[in-house]
């Protein structure tokens, strides 16, 4: 039941898209390499795989997908005692998770998890008034209990952290070193906008900083230790900027041409899995898959390719069988981001059997 409300939601109402130029010099400069290696990807692939109009294909292992959600999100329920260490579910931000699960399964009890994962971090932003490390910037919980209670300290915390967290002041960092903190400056920004404050002028400058870090790692080859499931957090970001600001052509390049050279460096076979890290490239690890498939399933869904539904369904299935969630942090990383491969991976093949054009407006993902 809890599978086909979520998949049901990726049929409803679609997000209205604002619009606005982007014509940074600084982005273009950060993204030159990008605009000669990308021209030519822009819809490039169509038609493979699957026909149009054929039966639909099921997600792979997606009922274990949901029996792990509940069996481990109830392990890891309350995990307030270990405060702010980052091995716990906070980390990659529980609160998000659980107010997710709780709309999968229409199950009140979930909020109250997802509230404990808030009365840790909420209070560690607000004690340090947003000015919290890079990487520890985690909005979405945030802005989902607000839509949901009203209450104005998530509102605050969640502002608070566009304005003060570490490099929301510059809107990350032009080297790929500083990727994930340029991606979470991307996502802190469009919560803030999403709560009514104006838009945040570093906006655009992080945008263009994403794209050059993914010309680094694919493009220039700059980076002596890229991870996928880095460019996974990158592809999140920008997908968010695509779908709520503009559709800006260079990020469907971009991220398409990041999971064509993750599928091609990084998969691993025989572990059904990505490496972690450049510099280990024998083993795959499926920890940190789901960070990484739902940016094949939005791919599918843009482009009808069905190169990128059978691809991200094997990270996707790798993950689920084979991610240790034993742990609140890998609980949270696994299903930070999963329930929008299942929502757009659910329409992008809705509209293949139904034979519709792809791309356009994607369901609403949050």
């Known amino acids: 039941m809890a599978v086909d409300t979520i998949q049901g939601q990726a049929r409803d109402s679609a997000l209205r898209m604002g619009r606005w130029a982007m014509g940074s010099s600084e982005a273009a400069a950060t993204t030159l390499g990008i605009a000669f290696a990308l021209v030519m990807l822009v819809g490039a692939a169509r038609a493979q795989g699957t026909p149009a109009g054929?039966?639909?294909?099921?997600?792979?292992?997606?009922?274990?997908?949901?029996?792990?959600?509940?069996?481990?999100?109830?392990?890891?329920?309350d995990e307030r005692s270990k405060g702010i260490d980052e091995s716990a579910v906070w980390y990659y931000?529980?609160?998000?998770?659980?107010?997710?699960?709780?709309?999968?399964?229409?199950?009140?009890?979930?909020?109250?998890?997802?509230?404990?994962?808030?009365?840790?971090?909420?209070?560690?932003?607000?004690?340090?008034?947003?000015?919290?490390?890079?990487?520890?910037?985690?909005?979405?919980?945030?802005?989902?209990?607000?839509?949901?209670?009203?209450?104005?300290?998530?509102?605050?915390a969640a502002i608070l952290l566009a304005k003060n967290a570490r490099f929301a002041d510059r809107g990350g960092g032009p080297g790929e070193g500083l990727s994930r903190e340029t991606a979470y400056c991307i996502?802190?920004?469009?919560?803030?906008?999403?709560?009514g404050e104006p838009r945040n002028p570093n906006l655009q400058?992080?945008?263009?900083?994403?794209?050059?870090?993914?010309?680094?790692?694919?493009?220039?080859?700059?980076?002596?230790?890229?991870?996928?499931?880095?460019?996974?957090?990158?592809a999140e970001a920008l997908i968010a900027y695509y779908e709520q600001v503009e559709q800006d052509p260079r990020i469907l390049s971009a991220i398409k041409l990041g999971c064509d050279e993750c599928w091609k460096r990084a998969w691993r076979e025989k572990e059904q899995a990505f490496f972690y890290r450049e510099d280990n490239p024998a083993r795959g690890t499926a920890d940190l898959n789901l960070l990484v498939a739902p940016a094949y399933a939005w791919v599918y869904l843009q482009t009808g390719d069905t190169t990128y539904r059978d691809r991200g369904d094997k990270a996707f299935a790798g993950g689920v069988r084979g991610a240790w969630l034993g742990g609140g942090k890998q609980f949270s990383q696994n299903y930070r981001w999963s329930f929008d491969y299942v929502k757009w991976r659910t329409e992008a093949e809705r509209r293949r059997v139904a034979g519709e054009q792809p791309g356009g407006e994607s369901p609403a993902s949050r």
């Not at 292992?61 to 890891?76: A, S, T, V």
Request: net charge negative; hydrophobic share 35%; with cysteine.
């Open 54 to 77: 054929g039966p639909e294909v099921p997600i792979p292992e997606l009922r274990l997908w949901e029996e792990n959600m509940k069996k481990f999100g109830r392990q890891h329920a």
């Open 93 to 156: 931000d529980g609160e998000r998770v659980f107010y997710q699960v709780a709309d999968c399964t229409s199950d009140p009890l979930w909020n109250t998890f997802a509230q404990n994962s808030e009365e840790t971090y909420r209070a560690y932003v607000l004690q340090n008034n947003g000015g919290i490390p890079g990487w520890r910037i985690f909005p979405h919980g945030l802005l989902m209990d607000y839509k949901r209670t009203g209450d104005e300290d998530s509102k605050r």
């Open 187 to 195: 996502n802190a920004y469009l919560v803030a906008e999403a709560l």
């Open 205 to 234: 400058k992080a945008v263009g900083y994403a794209l050059g870090h993914i010309d680094q790692w694919f493009v220039r080859n700059s980076s002596r230790n890229w991870a996928p499931f880095m460019f996974g957090l990158t």
